[in-house]
C-alpha cells in the first residue's frame, strides 16, 4: 500500500482538484490522509464530502492553526499505513499514472526512494516550464551520486529539494529517524531533504515529468515574503552546498554547483516580494547578507562580484522610489 500524505490550509479554491487527482491515480491499492489544521473556509467540508464517497479518503484534523507544514505531516505520517509514503501539496495534482510508474521504479532493486520531474503550472494549468535532469538513472554509492550532481550544473536543483515528486520506502525513514522539521514556513522540504540524502539512498532518478506545481503568485511557496525568509533559505542551500562538497569530486563543479544554490534557494530576487517599510526592507536585506550560512555560500561559490552587483541595482532602485 501507498500512503499519500496532504497538509491543508484553507485550501478551498484547489484542494478538490488535488484530491481528485490522487483518485484518479491508476494504482489503486493507496491510502489519503488529508491533515486540516485550523482551516477557517470550507477545506473541512470538502474533505468530508470526498470521505464520504472513497473509503480510501482519511480525515485528520490538527485544531491549531499552524502554517508550519512540517508539523502536519509528521502528525500524518504516526497513521500512515503504507509501506510507501509520497506527499502532496493542497494545490498541486499528479499525473494519473505518478503512483505506477514511482511504485515500479523503487520496487525495480529494492530501493530507497524514487524521484520524477515535474511540471510548473499557472492558475489555469498552463505549463510555464518544465524542471527535470537529462535522462534516468539509478543512483546508488559515491559515484552514483557523484553522477547525480553533475546533473544539477545545469537542471534545477528543485528536482531533488521539493518532497512533492517522490516516493518514499517507509522503512528508510524509520531506520534513520527521519521526520520533518516542525518550525520551518517555507523550506522544510529542502531541510529535509538535505537530511534525507546525506543517507545516501539508493533511488531511481527518472526525467518524466509526473506532478504538476501550481505556482501562483500569493502562495506560501511562491511570490511571497515572510520577515526571516532568508534564514530557513540560507541554512537550506548551505546543508546542500556541504553534499555537493561530498558528492562532486571536481573543484571547479562544486564552486558551479554552489554557485547555483546561491541564486536558486535563497536568491535576494525574493525581497522583493516583502511587504516591509523601506526601513524594513533595508535591514532585512542587511540580516540577509550578513547571516553566516549566506555569506559563507557566496563566498564558497565565488559570486561576491555577482552580489555586490545585485545589491548596487536593489538599492538603486530603492533610491527611486523614495
Given at each position: ?64 492553526n ?36 514511482m ?13 520524477c ?28 551520486y ?10 534545477s ?18 531506520k ?8 520551518s ?7 529535509f ?20 506545481w ?19 533559505a ?28 546561491l541564486?536558486?534557494?535563497?536568491h ?55
Open positions: 500500500m501507498i500512503s499519500i500524505i496532504t497538509s491543508a490550509y484553507n485550501a478551498e479554491l484547489t484542494l478538490a482538484q488535488t484530491i481528485r487527482s490522487v483518485l484518479a491515480q491508476s494504482c489503486h491499492n493507496i491510502e489519503y490522509l488529508i491533515v486540516n489544521h485550523g482551516s477557517t473556509d470550507s477545506t473541512s467540508q470538502i474533505i468530508d464530502q470526498f470521505a464520504a464517497q472513497d473509503c480510501r479518503v482519511k480525515h485528520l484534523t490538527i485544531e491549531t499552524s502554517r508550519y507544514i512540517g508539523r502536519a505531516l509528521n502528525y500524518a505520517l504516526q497513521f500512515a499505513k503504507g509501506e510507501y509514503i509520497a506527499f502532496l501539496d493542497a494545490d498541486d495534482t499528479y499525473e494519473p499514472s505518478f503512483l505506477d510508474v511504485l515500479t521504479n523503487i520496487e525495480h532493486g529494492h530501493l530507497d526512494l524514487a524521484v520531474g515535474f511540471h510548473r503550472v499557472n492558475e489555469c494549468n498552463k505549463i510555464i516550464r518544465t524542471d527535470t535532469i537529462g535522462s534516468s538513472f539509478l543512483v546508488s554509492g559515491p559515484n552514483g557523484n553522477q547525480l550532481w553533475q546533473q544539477f550544473l545545469t537542471a536543483f528543485g528536482y531533488l529539494y521539493v518532497w512533492w515528486n517522490k516516493l518514499y520506502r517507509r522503512s528508510f525513514l524509520d534513520n529517524h527521519l521526520q520533518f522539521p516542525e518550525d514556513y517555507v523550506h522544510g522540504d529542502a531541510l531533504q538535505a537530511k534525507l540524502l546525506a543517507h545516501m539512498p539508493r533511488m531511481y532518478c527518472s526525467s518524466d515529468a509526473l506532478v504538476n501550481r505556482c501562483v503568485l500569493g502562495s506560501s511557496s511562491y511570490g511571497t515574503y515572510k520577515k526571516g525568509y532568508y534564514k530557513e540560507a541554512d537550506a542551500a548551505w546543508a546542500f552546498s556541504k553534499l555537493t562538497e561530498r558528492f562532486l569530486l571536481d573543484q571547479n563543479m562544486q564552486k558551479s554547483c554552489c554557485e547555483r544554490l541564486f536558486s534557494l535563497p535576494l530576487q525574493r525581497l522583493r516580494y516583502y511587504q516591509g517599510s523601506l526601513s524594513e526592507q533595508c535591514s532585512e536585506l542587511i540580516d540577509w547578507i550578513t547571516y553566516p550560512p549566506y555569506w559563507n555560500l557566496v563566498t564558497k561559490s565565488g559570486a561576491q562580484a555577482k552580489i555586490n552587483q545585485y545589491l548596487k541595482t536593489y538599492i538603486e532602485e530603492k533610491l527611486e522610489e523614495i
